[in-house]
């Protein structure tokens, strides 16, 4: 077998803008993601913060220019009832987390909170509004606290509250997994329930156009995109979402860090699926609605893996390696490579559960190696997608080894994202770059000696970006020698 994979980008066939919402991010009321991960508390005086923030997550965040924020779940959406988290502090109901853990929630961490921090992070906020458990009403009210600027029960509310002007929220989720924890739903049953939620959403908004996202399918459920896209009047959804995990056993998912070969395989096997799933989503939204009047969201994906054994039973946490690399940075190829349609994607969770950039323990925080690689790819955000074309793919089993994505941004520069994803081999790759009017080239490289190998409070810099040499620029040929798990990002000019 030749070892030498080829590539070539294609500039004079672009034509679609990879959405800056694609690097998206998703915060939910779990283990330890809101308290004690971003949310220390205003009075806290030990962890320097922001309206109770930590100024160190603020920091790492805007590094990263997380363009949106979803919030507050996951599962924990259906549970959550807004209103309990608005007003004085000391007279919030609490309630208990049924779906992760069964801690009590103070509802000190609420709407107001949520959406400042949206403002000093410069990102776009994301509600996901509880359809399970809430009502109709619930949900419009919650749309006129945060964007109704004129009189109203709400806004007025709101002002009592100490906000005078709306936050003007554009991006609403009309339930979560309604196929799941957010009720049990059919898709037939779902669609009707979405058709009368989004009927009284819009109104309250000004000039603000705003973003009704139905609660979509899991991983194959073509049924349930289908059953939407037919059922559900084009005008009232702008975004159908999609969730899908790297799990290749939702029982025994397999450890964080003491992973073998073969776990690895599968964790990948299942990282990959998202072409696939991406693709056949998009094939019937295409069937449907030929125009592209609705998105696809990717609102909830990552790898999961069972919590290490030190926290409470019914939560999430888990260490961050460069497996997750290799996951990040196939499905993120992946996304930028569906732009057309793929307008926004949310890696779960931020900050200490699932695949997050950033963990904490009381005082101290760090950066995980996927923390680099949104960081690396950031480069792609409303870039215009270079379509690209990969041949002689070499294998490892049966999955393609190298993955690829290509931009070209506002200031004229290209980029190239290319992923090996070989446990054993290094992989030449020869990228034809002819088309593309290159003459200076220079790349970093994200990878380690072991895959099991990540960052911790002892050892923070163990996985961390470097510079990277092992290439050559010839007659156009971009011939780069690829080393095994490795993430390069290219800047050419
Ligand atoms: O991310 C953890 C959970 O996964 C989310 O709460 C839910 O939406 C999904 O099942």
Redesign the pocket.
Known sequence: QDETVSITITPETAKDTISRHIYGH?A?H?GRCIYEGLYVGEENKIIPNTEGVRNDIIAALKELNIPNLRWP?????DTYHWKDGVGPKAERPTIVNR??GGTTEDNSFGTHNFLNLCEVLDTEPYLSANVGSGTVQELIDWVQYTNHDGVSPMADWRRENGREKPWKVKYWGVG??TW???GNMTAEYYADIYRQYATFMPGWSGDTKIYRIASGASEDNYHWTETLMKNVPHQLMEAVAL?D?AVFNWSAKGPSVNFDDEVYYKTMDQALNMEEYVTKHIEIMDKYDPDGNVDLFVD?WGG?YDAVPEVKKGV?FQQNTIRDVMIAGTVLNTFNNHARRVKMANL??MVN??QAVILTDEEKMILTPTYHVMNMYKVHQDALLLPSRIENNVEYRELPVISVSASKDDNGANHISLVNIDPKRSITVDIDVSGMDVDEVSASILTSEKLQDHNSFDNPDKVKPAVFKKFKLKKGILSVETPPYSLIVFKAN
């Open positions: 998703f939910e779990l779940g996951g599962c924990f959406a779906w992760w979560n997994e799941g924890c957010g969730h995990y909830e999961w999430l779960a969770q559960v699932l």
